[in-house]
């Protein structure tokens, strides 16, 4: 779930740094749309070179203590399989900072007035971030 408090806080400020700016929706619109499609590709391509590093450097081990002859190939076997895949974290990684986009994207993308926008993302996001907050203390 960090990915989505990662997510939440990366469009919130992305948003209200926009608007202090340039008040008009249109602009807004376009900012979001584009901050969302970068920040996807940020959390997805860390996520995949930092868990890739991991796994190399276990799979190295793994081939070091075969050849010390310390494990057994069936032991060597089951230690590959326990490393995790970079890709399924890269996509559970894309998948949670999504969810936490959404938030502030949905949360006042039909709200003209903008005193009533802030707050209204303000809120939203507070309880986004403590809604995840909670799920990842679980």
């Known amino acids: 779930m960090m990915g989505a408090n ?3 806080i990366a469009m919130v400020s992305l948003r209200m740094g926009v608007s202090t700016i340039n008040k008009d929706s249109g602009i807004m619109a376009i900012s979001r749309a584009l901050g969302a499609d970068c920040w996807a590709c940020t959390m997805v391509f ?3 070179v930092s868990v890739y590093s991991q796994y190399d450097i276990e799979v190295a081990r793994i081939q070091r203590e075969d050849m010390n002859r310390t494990i057994g190939a069936e ?3 089951a230690s590959k399989e326990k490393l ?3 890709w399924q974290m890269a996509g559970a990684s894309a998948l949670t900072s999504a969810v936490g986009l959404l938030v502030p994207l949905l949360a006042a993308a039909f709200i003209d ?3 009533l926008r802030l707050r ?7 309880i986004a971030l403590l809604g995840f907050g909670a799920l990842s203390a679980k």
């Open 6 to 8: 990662d997510g939440v």
């Open 46 to 48: 860390g996520e995949l």
């Open 75 to 77: 032991e060597r076997d």
């Open 84 to 86: 995790p895949s970079p």
């Open 113 to 115: 007035d903008y005193k």
């Open 120 to 126: 209204t993302l303000i809120v939203a996001v507070s």
